[in-house]
């Protein structure tokens, strides 16, 4: 199939998503800088590391929403889809509920604080599946909608909590409450439309646990040096280190737009291929702008953060190339699950363990922690990069 460019629509919906997206990200780091200001670098150690810690345990949201929107290109319908979700966040409760003692005890915090911040897991998978109907059906206006509200209904109550004083639990439970309302919303705005439906056998749970375990990879190498931090360096150090991760996080969701925009694509055999390539393309040309940008504002760092963490002045670049290469790594998983290739998430494990390894066994600095995150990021990702493009070529289905 000869190459293609991207056409005029998917430019357009990658400008709706990332409207979106800048929106609610945009919102998450006024809480994080209100958060690092207000919270001190103790207590907004406990916040980042509970916010790591939540993101792992939504992990079903996120394959969720992939498989959701690669069953709704492949024709099934809504009702079976939305009865998915409802197992899924089920399950996710349930687990959720079970590991907020031993999740309380390794990370240090109270009981209370750590089921505040998991409560809003099962809540995330609910809107996953709105979300997933949306994407898949290609209504990326919709779409761009429910991604910046679900940014703003979550942050504004946590934001309103800070401000009365309150800690990083009822922060969290607020934040919880936003989410919550922020599904029925999403439900409603989906439903617009009408719904399709399709008979037949139902998706299994099955079908989310082997996305799932990409997107584990993938959420576990993007959480994995905060949790460790939080472990191994010094209270303030690991709060320092959470401030750079800032970072990070913005260079890794940033372009998440592009994948989401595209990933529908991906996922029909006729324009894998050249989804993949323009997927990976623009990721890799935006990562290094970022990178270049990270540079360039970093004496500005304590301006934004305050003077506690100017340490993270002269290596915010490594932070943002960190973000960077994950979100890299994250185009080629998505292009893995769209493709039912879910054993090219073996790159991002073994990428997991070497990190893991080397932070618990010679760093023991903020510098050196991110020079190994950023090291083994950029490694993973430009592996998992060749492992996915010869794999969409080799599926590659020549157009009729």
Partial sequence: MP????????????????????????????????????????????????????????????????????????????????????RCAAIVAAIALLLVPGISWAL?????????????????????????????????????????GAGVAKVVPAVAVLAIGGGPGPMLLAGAVGTAVMVVVARLLERRRGERVVGGAGVGVGTVLRASQVQLAMIALSS???????????EADAGIYAAGAVATKAAFWLPQAIGVVLYPRMANPVHSASAVRSALAV?????????????????????????????????????ALNGAALAVLQGALLSAIAGERTHLAIVAWVGLAVEAVLMFTVADTVRQFVVVAASVATLTACTAAVLALRSARSDDVPAQ
Avoid: C
């Fill in 283 to 319: 990721l890799t040309g935006l990562g290094a702008l970022l990178v270049i940008g990270a540079a360039v504002v970093a004496p500005i760092a304590t301006m934004l953060f305050g003077d506690d963490y100017a340490p993270v002045q002269g290596i915010l670049w490594m932070f």
């Fill in 108 to 148: 240090d915090t109270s009981l209370t604080a750590t089921l505040w911040a998991l409560v809003a897991a099962p809540l995330l998978v609910l809107l996953a599946t709105e979300q997933g109907l949306l994407q898949g059906a290609g209504r990326f206006a919709d779409l761009s909608v429910v991604l910046a």
């Fill in 3 to 86: 190459r293609q460019s991207l056409t005029g629509s998917t430019v357009a919906g990658m400008t709706m998503v990332t409207a979106g997206s800048m929106t609610a990200n945009l919102a998450a780091y006024v809480l994080q800088l209100l958060a690092l200001r207000w919270l001190g670098p103790s207590a907004y150690g406990e916040f980042a590391s509970l916010l790591a810690a939540q993101l792992v345990l939504a992990v079903p949201a996120l394959a969720l929403q992939s498989v959701v929107a690669r069953e709704l290109v492949h024709g099934k319908g809504h009702t079976e889809l939305r009865a998915l979700g409802y």
């Fill in 224 to 234: 994995v040096d905060l949790l460790i931090a939080r472990v191994v360096l010094p």
